[in-house]
């Protein structure tokens, strides 16, 4: 049991430890329905159909709100309507079609801390040429992009609470053959 748990630690750590990292130095076009702007507090709301593309990170949500700090960091919480999902996708590091995508009804970004968090219904997937090598499910799931330590809670809130939601960990094989009969596992 303990190195199954090992296993779904290195596994999550997987998860957004190689965003492309040259996307935080691109410009952000966002496109919108409505849009309210404070420039005192440096904070936009964008309304209706909102997608936000940096890079290859492209995010979409029904809401968004977009603060950023006087150094130019951003910070984007993603929020969808009832029955609505807000979704992202980036290209991972380390490969020409290597990728990481998710969903969840909230969708938090943290740029100066690269902290991303999921609310509600939350799935993170990693893509490998079109084809999912793991996934996770669960009410919350944290990503500390930094320390590259994810967690996973079976409450929306970010904690673990008794008689709480389940999660999901799917880690799809890496390897294409059986082994060989008779060979030693």
Same mark, same amino acid.
């Given at each position: 049991?303990?190195?199954?748990?090992?296993?779904?630690?290195?596994?999550?750590?997987?998860?957004?430890?190689?965003?492309?990292?040259?996307?935080?130095?691109?410009?952000?076009?966002?496109? %919108?329905?409505?849009?309210?702007?404070?420039?005192?507090?440096?904070?936009?709301?964008?309304?209706?159909?909102?997608?936000?593309?940096?890079?290859?990170?492209?995010?979409?949500?029904?809401?968004?709100?977009?603060?950023?700090?006087?150094?130019?960091?951003?910070?984007?919480?993603?929020?969808?309507?009832?029955?609505?999902?807000?979704? %992202?996708?980036?290209?991972?590091?380390?490969?020409?079609?290597?990728?990481?995508?998710?969903?969840?009804?909230?969708?938090?970004?943290?740029?100066?801390?690269?902290?991303?968090?999921?609310?509600?219904?939350?799935?993170?997937?990693?893509?490998?040429?079109?084809?999912?090598?793991?996934?996770?499910?669960?009410? %919350?799931?944290?990503?500390?992009?930094?320390?590259?330590?994810?967690?996973?809670?079976?409450?929306?809130?970010?904690?673990?609470?008794?008689?709480?939601?389940?999660?999901?960990?799917?880690?799809?094989?890496?390897?294409?053959?059986?082994?060989?009969?008779?060979?030693?596992?």
């Amino acid at each position: 049991m303990k190195k199954l748990i090992a296993a779904a630690c290195l596994t999550l750590a997987a998860f957004g430890a190689s965003a492309e990292r040259a996307d935080s130095l691109k410009q952000a076009v966002i496109n %919108f329905d409505s849009l309210d702007v404070d420039e005192v507090t440096q904070t936009r709301i964008l309304t209706g159909n909102v997608v936000l593309t940096r890079g290859t990170l492209v995010l979409k949500s029904d809401r968004a709100l977009v603060k950023e700090t006087p150094e130019g960091y951003m910070s984007v919480t993603l929020t969808a309507n009832n029955g609505k999902t807000a979704t %992202f996708r980036q290209k991972r590091d380390g490969g020409p079609d290597l990728w990481v995508e998710g969903q969840a009804q909230r969708i938090e970004y943290d740029e100066r801390a690269e902290l991303v968090k999921l609310f509600t219904a939350a799935e993170v997937r990693e893509l490998e040429s079109g084809r999912m090598t793991n996934e996770i499910k669960g009410p %919350f799931i944290s990503y500390d992009n930094r320390r590259e330590v994810a967690q996973v809670r079976n409450d929306a809130s970010g904690a673990s609470k008794v008689g709480g939601g389940r999660g999901t960990l799917i880690i799809a094989p890496r390897r294409t053959t059986a082994p060989a009969e008779g060979a030693k596992q």
